[in-house]
């Protein structure tokens, strides 16, 4: 099926380091998504973006949905050790609004290590 | 705030036996999606319910079935069970009224079943 590309695969970075992470599409998208998921556990919604353009930000995560409406990258600043994880985009393709087909399309992940 | 609930968190079954997963989602929420996620993947959208009708299929297998409730609470039944049915299963929900349409995209996700079939 349909599928984002998720860069980079994983990263390993030292504590306090700025983090940056992008998903692209081939389509233009309506909805982009961004959660982390720490192992065995669920992943957890941290930014929701609708509006090409948009950016937001959550405590240390800023995420932007790109002009183009195909893109969207993910910024955490000031890394620290409990940024470990794994992280994705998913998103909601125009054409799939419709009535009530919500299923989103998801990336790979981006694995983030933290070094102390 | 209350999350998805998902029962139970871990199970164990043999090869050809059935499993049935249990969700519950947030309350005023009418969407429920169910997963599979298997190591190193991506979580695989299996089925969702809107309003207890089926919304969605995806790459579930003939072998499960699932069902939306009166109360929104959803089952996933499986089975003749596989090894490589072995996997994280989770349920997400969506909410039923938000302020504006696109926050219905906005899945919340439970913390998950691990099923290991032997």
């Known amino acids: 099926g349909q599928q984002l590309n998720q860069s980079p695969q994983s990263m390993f970075i030292q504590e306090g380091e700025d983090v940056s992470m992008n998903c692209t599409s081939s389509?233009?998208?309506?909805?982009w998504l961004w959660y982390k998921q720490d192992p065995g556990e669920g992943p957890v919604l941290l930014i929701a973006?609708?509006?090409a353009g948009e950016l937001t930000s959550n405590g240390r995560l800023t995420a932007q949905f790109g002009i183009t409406r195909k893109d969207s990258f993910l910024n955490i600043s000031a890394s620290i050790p409990s940024d470990v994880g794994i992280y994705f985009c998913?998103?909601?393709?125009?054409?799939?609004?419709?009535?009530?087909?919500?299923?989103?399309?998801w990336g790979l992940g981006t694995s983030l290590a933290v070094n102390p | 705030a209350a999350g998805v609930i998902q029962s139970p968190r871990h199970l164990i079954k043999e090869k050809r036996e059935t499993a049935t997963l249990k969700c519950y989602p947030i309350?005023?929420?009418?969407?429920v999606y169910w997963y599979q996620q298997g190591p190193g993947q991506d979580p695989q959208f299996l089925i969702s319910?809107?309003?207890?009708?089926?919304?969605d299929k995806g790459s579930i297998p003939d072998r499960f079935s699932a069902q939306q409730f009166s109360d929104y609470h959803s089952e996933l039944n499986m089975s003749s069970l596989e090894l490589g049915d072995s996997a994280l299963y989770f349920c997400?929900?969506?909410?039923?009224?938000?302020?504006?349409?696109?926050?219905?995209?906005?899945?919340?996700f439970g913390p998950g079943t691990r099923l290991t079939v032997l």
């Open positions: 973006l609708y509006k």
């Open positions: 389509s233009i998208f309506n909805t």
């Open positions: 309350p005023r929420h009418d969407t």
């Open positions: 997400a929900s969506s909410p039923r009224t938000a302020r504006i349409i696109s926050s219905y995209n906005e899945q919340f």
């Open positions: 319910f809107y309003e207890k009708m089926q919304s």
């Open positions: 998913a998103g909601q393709p125009r054409h799939f609004y419709a009535g009530n087909n919500r299923k989103l399309i």
